[in-house]
């Protein structure tokens, strides 16, 4: 291993959490930075520590409370919080993620002990550039930014949503390998119209109402320009933006810059991997199935498009591949007589009567697949499955709302309303499920199967835009991974516990899409796979010098 340069010393280089090694200095190295009496004698190797890590987890009485634990070895020594995540990411990634991010945001302000990332303020717009420049690294390949203005299925939680940005990029390292060194978590930060958040006393934003659309497009152009200065390589990651806004802002800069949407088009990548596996199982064609949304914000949206853009590519015109679409939201089945629909809405829309009963209106279409991205717990009722499973042989039900108590249906619902025969997946990890002697594994829809890869493939190849056909091939890298005994149990995804290995698989494909689209100037390499195994991080101590 390369030796790396290090020029801090004694405390300051203990509470630099990037270079940190705790017990693991090595006697040379605790004479060299004279780390002398500032730590304990024995010299241990990292196996140690994440062997003393793991018995501290055992003694916390909640995932809430692990989560923090692991913040907060974070914050002191990173090399070692990867370490323990990737030691075992199937325990782990629930924990720094979904579900667990879900309480962890609602809390984010009474639980927040060291600030991470970079926070710009509406209230000093105009001066993006000057705080954009207090961050110290000039390398950032990505940054994720939020507004925190719909976090998960919670809705506006203002700047508690930042908790969505540090963990989303703790999972580009964690499950896609990307070096940590070149992210930054970005709030935005323009205000709330949450009164609970802002009536909180240890609120940590803005307290302040939203503002109009032209203003805040104004805050977010000036920051979008900002970087494009300072960090010309950079791709914009957004995430857990207002379903309108998410959609706009994306169509508003994905023609000149690099940048793209995760619940936009990463949740579409996943639930396409699901819908080509599924179809395996079912030895149907995606031309053949008629697909039911049941929302229509910028997830159900983003799902509709990159499944019309796949019909598109397998021989369909474009109104013809919308017609395979239909949409429902909260205020019913989306037709044009409605005044309420959003431009992106528009071309979804059917011309018949409108109804607000889910059941009628899937009595009407007769979908073949049923897709949840309502953020409405429980509304796949029994009589809703029912119906589906009365419609079709083997109904597609994919309930991928999240958290937990957001998921339209659970797993062991979807099985014994349909006599076992829907072929289903969740947003989150449900149970086994067993049913008349066979035992189902359910699939959980997980963007991290697809933006940690896309991620990977953008910074090793430096594209320079990000087409949903990046996103098409990921859902194709992903759904090759599966192997028929999973697919024999319904499993649509890939074990969790191979994520990283998945992620390069599914990188190497994505890098070669960029190359064969012309969205980088760099050449290509011999081997794409290698290429990105060679350029991945490693949770190792490097000797210091």
């Known amino acids: 291993m390369d030796q790396r340069k290090v020029h801090a ?59 923090v634990y692991l913040t907060g070895l974070l914050d002191t020594n990173e090399t070692l919080f990867y370490r323990v995540v990737m030691s075992d990411p199937v325990r782990f990634l629930p924990i720094i993620y979904d579900p667990t991010i879900g309480e962890a945001c609602t809390k984010f302000s009474h639980i927040i002990r060291r600030v991470r990332g970079v926070y710009l303020s509406i209230a000093q717009k105009d001066s993006v550039a000057k705080y954009l420049s207090h961050w110290p690294d000039r390398d950032i390949r990505f940054i994720c930014v939020t507004n925190g203005g719909r976090i998960l299925g919670l809705g506006d939680i203002g700047a508690n949503g930042m908790g969505i940005p540090i963990g989303k990029l703790q999972l580009y390292t964690a499950a896609g390998g990307m070096p940590p060194e070149h992210l930054l978590p970005l709030f935005l930060d323009a205000g709330s119209n949450n009164e609970q958040v802002l009536a909180d006393p240890l609120y940590v934003g803005l307290r302040r109402k939203r503002p109009d659309t032209e203003t805040l497009y104004r805050f977010v152009d000036e920051f979008v320009e900002t970087v494009q200065q300072r960090y010309p390589h950079c791709c914009l990651h957004f995430e857990d933006w207002t379903g309108s806004d998410a959609v706009h802002l994306l169509q508003r800069y994905r023609d000149r810059i690099c940048c793209y949407n995760d619940d936009i088009q990463g949740t579409a990548g996943i639930a396409l991997a699901g819908m080509i596996n599924a179809l395996k199982i079912k030895q149907g064609t995606l031309k053949g199935e008629k697909i039911f949304f049941a929302g229509a914000g910028s997830a159900g949206i983003g799902l509709a498009d990159l499944f019309v853009s796949e019909l598109i590519n397998e021989g369909l015109s474009r109104e013809d591949a919308q017609n395979h679409i239909i949409m429902f939201d909260e205020k019913g089945l989306l037709v ?32 073949t697949t049923l897709i949840g991205v309502s953020t409405a717990g429980q509304l796949f009722t029994q009589e809703v499955v029912e119906t589906m499973a009365a419609l079709n042989p083997r109904p597609i039900i994919f309930a991928l709302s999240n958290p ?66 990046l996103f098409i091939e990921a859902a194709r890298g992903v759904a090759e991974q599966v192997d028929q005994a999973l697919l024999q149990k319904g499993c649509l995804f890939p074990p969790q516990s191979q994520i990283l290995q998945i992620s390069f698989n599914t990188a190497a494909r994505v890098g070669r899409k ?32």
């Open 9 to 67: 010393t004694g405390i300051e280089l203990l509470h630099n959490p990037t270079l940190n090694k705790g017990t693991a200095f090595s006697t040379a190295e605790r004479d060299r930075f004279g780390l002398r009496g500032l730590i304990p004698d024995a010299v241990e190797t990292i196996e140690v520590q994440v062997q003393r890590v793991l018995m501290q987890l055992d003694h916390k009485h909640s995932n809430i409370d692990r989560f």
């Open 336 to 367: 044009k007589s409605r005044k309420d629909l959003f431009d992106f809405q528009k071309p979804y829309a059917c011309d018949q009567a409108p109804t607000m009963q889910l059941v009628e209106a899937i009595k009407i279409h007769k979908p």
């Open 404 to 469: 937990t108590e957001h998921a339209e249906c659970t797993a062991e619902q979807a099985y014994s309303w349909s006599q076992g025969r829907a072929i289903y997946a969740a947003g989150v990890q449900f149970p086994e499920v067993s049913l008349n002697g066979k035992t189902y594994l359910p699939g959980q829809a997980n963007n991290f199967y697809i933006f940690p890869a896309v991620a990977m493939a953008i910074y090793v190849t430096r594209a320079n835009r990000v087409p949903d056909a």
């Open 514 to 545: 960029i190359f064969e689209l012309g969205i980088s100037d760099m050449e290509p390499p011999q081997d794409m796979l290698k290429f990105i195994q060679e350029h991945s991080y490693k949770a190792e101590y490097p000797p210091y010098c």
